[in-house]
């Protein structure tokens, strides 16, 4: 069965970087793109960007450019998100998406709790 | 950004037929899906382009709409379909909508 496991929760300074994980399992990892969602209370949910598993290229929002990096590592069929200069907006759950052919999330990871705070 | 528009929450009883929309504020075609989301959960997909059941979801979910304005019906509902329901659009650059709150009386 289809399944992305997350890395877990990461409690970071504000300035620093964290870098989470999406572990594929369950299908061919190159066959579909991953996206990343970021959710907040007060924002709700918001689209980070996506990555082609097959070839790198990425495609983000552009809210998130200089914010998010998107990387990917097809042999252990992970994907990677790392977020950098944080701050305590940046404080929130982040998910992993499997995009199906219509450009939804068919499956989601468990999500990562990303906690900035001094 | 196409923003879209659902009602904040609503509360029916269990057996009743349940429908919640969400509005474009631009055409997006058919490109319109809905999660179900419970606490603590991670968002589920329901319905994809408007109308299509995802795998394993229940035919009491079903979608229509088009264009700017969406459904999302549940017939009938039961207790464990307490849960945020979200819409998403992905024919313009992806956008979610703020989420309706089902309760059950």
């Known amino acids: 069965q289809v399944q992305l496991q997350q890395s877990g929760a990461e409690l970071a300074k504000p300035g620093s970087s964290v870098k989470i994980s999406c572990k594929a399992s369950?299908?061919?990892?190159?066959?579909?793109?991953i996206s990343w969602i970021k959710q907040t209370t007060g924002q709700g949910l918001e689209y980070i960007g996506y990555i082609n598993t097959g070839s790198g290229g990425t495609n983000y929002n552009e809210k998130f450019k200089g914010k998010a990096t998107l990387t990917v590592d097809k042999s252990s069929s992970t994907a990677f998100m790392q977020l950098s200069s944080l701050t305590p907006d940046d404080s929130a759950v982040y998910y992993c998406?499997?995009?199906?052919?219509?450009?939804?999330?068919?499956?989601w990871g468990q999500g990562v709790m990303v906690t900035v705070s001094s | 950004d196409t923003v879209l528009t659902q009602s904040p929450a609503l509360a029916v009883s269990p057996g009743e037929r349940v429908s919640i929309s969400c509005r474009a504020s631009e055409g997006v075609n058919s490109y319109m899906h809905w999660y179900q989301q419970k606490p603590g959960q991670q968002p589920k997909l329901l319905i994809y382009k408007a109308s299509n059941l995802a795998s394993g979801v229940p035919a009491r979910f079903s979608g229509s709409g088009s264009g700017t304005d969406f459904t999302l019906t549940i017939d009938p509902v039961e207790a464990d379909d307490t849960a945020t329901y979200f819409c998403q659009q992905s024919w313009n650059d992806p956008t979610f909508g703020a989420g309706t709150k089902l309760e059950l009386k």
């Open positions: 369950g299908y061919t990892f190159t066959s579909y793109y």
């Open positions: 998406a499997r995009l199906g052919a219509n450009w939804e999330g068919d499956y």
